[in-house]
């Protein structure tokens, strides 16, 4: 196995700006900021624009504010900078054209001039570009450029043998030069492709380490000639598995929204879906991690701070995963869970405000604890206590089937609202310890099960099935308001009987 590192570490993420984050660059991103966070290293943000017709307006700013909600800071990129910028590719064309003429000066790449209807007889033939252009003479290529007729610049292969590269994941690699192309380098607009651009960049950007898709392993061939050709010392690089659907069945790049499994389960792909579904960033980064990486210890929570401590690229799998979007839930429900009760509180705010209620904050920070062991996603919250923040003057009795607990009748129910109200009015503490005593007493004299006599006052005070506890419930509603509620489910039950 080669050595992880050499020298100061600087890795880089380098997204095109063609909408929204996928969460598949996302992860890819994570493990390069973990490398250079745990090797106390430089992590890069370079825009890869060069596909002018698939850019999308504002696609940069959706870029940075994944990152910032996301919590992986940048050290050097297009907002914040750096002595190697700029750090969008566009603004570096001259850079470019310059090296592209420079492999074409060394001999190691070649003016194509292959028309776009050539091109198309060489596919519709069962082959891709068949070298025609490769060795053309120097006179006859001036006669072209004299025409005028647009050309492009195409990299010169190995015609025979083998290209061997190493890689921090995977170890070493070969690959046989016969099935290799030669490829484009730079458009006839001036514009180079992937494939030099990214060289160019991650050179003068003194990239130490490229973590990508192991979908780029199939060009890495041809990256590699590029940068003896040049006459660079090479990075060192790990090509990442990629995430594949919840099935395992096919990439889950290839989906460019949320979309629904095959058990109907909501899948977010987008980093702006997480946001809208309530997940916590923490919680994203801990279920990324996660996919392709094993912390260890059997642990599958962990910090990010412990993360980086642990990073290690050779730990990570070389197989693609499935993307296990089945846990997220329940690893959102213990970072909520582990929450610090005021945090909680300022993110549970916007969800509801969004739902249309009016937060009385002092009341949410009294909800935010007894919500933290029962909601999964932040959104939860509108289900579950959306009621605490209705106009309390508005609260309507629920149905008389909403009431009735299992194994009770409308007699029975009316037995425990009537016994209740008074019961509850007559104390002095009315604390949640308070009430459950108190209850768990009248349960016992009526001769019914505490779960029947608290569900039944569940149901009268908040309307729900479900709901957060119902004694903590009581004690936020307060007493007065508590009874005034039983007193209208006891009078709704009568006016249905």
């Not at 002595?83 to 064309?93: A, I, K, N, T």
């Not at 960049?201 to 003194?206: E, V």
């Not at 935010?368 to 309390?392: E, Y």
Request: hydrophobic share 40%.
């Amino acid at each position: 196995m080669i050595a992880e590192t050499r020298g100061p570490v600087r890795t880089r993420y380098a997204p095109s700006p063609t909408g929204p984050q996928h969460i598949g660059g996302i992860r890819s991103a994570l493990f390069a900021w973990f490398f250079a966070r745990r090797h106390g290293g430089q992590f890069i943000l370079r825009i890869e624009d060069t596909d002018q017709k698939r850019t999308v307006p504002g696609a940069i700013e959706m870029i940075l504010e994944s990152f910032d909600w996301l919590g992986m800071d940048i050290d050097e990129g297009p907002l914040q900078g750096g002595e190697f910028g700029p750090y969008v590719q566009s603004q570096r064309l001259e850079l470019y054209q310059s090296c592209a003429r420079q492999l074409v000066d060394s001999g190691h790449a070649y003016k194509c001039f292959a028309t776009a209807a050539e091109l198309s007889e060489m596919r519709e033939a069962g082959g891709g570009y068949d070298r025609r252009y490769r060795d053309l003479p120097p006179q006859a290529a001036a006669e072209l450029e004299a025409e005028g007729r647009p050309g492009v610049i195409r990299f010169k292969m190995p015609l025979s043998g083998k290209t061997v590269g190493q890689d921090l994941i995977r170890g070493q690699v070969e690959f046989d030069n016969t099935q290799l192309q030669d490829a484009v380098l730079l458009k006839s607009d001036g514009f180079p492709t992937y494939h030099l651009a990214h060289i160019v960049d991650d050179h003068y950007m003194q990239i130490s380490h490229i973590t990508r898709a192991v979908e780029w392993l199939p060009s890495f061939p041809l990256h590699l000639r590029i940068w003896d050709a040049l006459g660079w010392d090479k990075p060192l690089f790990a090509h990442l598995p990629v995430l594949l659907n919840p099935n395992g069945k096919g990439k889950l790049s290839k989906r460019k929204a949320r979309f629904a499994d095959a058990d109907g389960t909501s899948v977010p792909v987008l980093v702006h879906e997480f946001i809208q579904a309530g997940y916590l960033p923490e919680a994203v980064i801990n279920f990324l991690a996660n996919i392709g990486w094993n912390f260890g210890d059997d642990r599958e929570i962990f910090s990010v701070a412990e993360a980086i401590a642990r990073f290690d690229l050779k730990d990570v799998n070389p197989a693609n995963s499935a993307y296990p979007i089945a846990k997220l839930d329940w690893l959102n429900g213990q970072y909520i869970q582990a929450a610090d009760c005021a945090y909680l509180a300022g993110l549970l705010k916007p969800v509801l405000e969004n739902a249309g209620y009016q937060v009385d904050e002092a009341r949410l920070r009294k909800v935010a604890p007894i919500l933290k062991v029962r909601l999964k996603t932040l959104n939860d919250v509108v289900d579950m206590a959306g009621f605490f923040f209705d106009d309390w003057e508005c609260f309507a009795a629920p149905a008389p089937d909403i009431l009735m607990q299992k194994k009770m009748d409308v007699e029975a129910t009316r037995r425990v609202l009537q016994a209740a109200g008074p019961t509850l009015a007559s104390m002095k503490d009315f604390s949640h310890d308070q009430q459950y005593l108190v209850m768990k007493a009248l349960a016992k004299e009526l001769g019914f099960k505490n779960g029947q006599v608290f569900g039944t006052l569940r149901a009268a005070v908040t309307g729900q099935k479900v709901s957060p506890p119902t004694f903590e419930t009581m004690e936020i509603l307060g007493q007065a308001e508590s009874i005034r509620r039983i007193q209208l489910a006891e009078a709704s039950l009568n006016a249905e009987t």
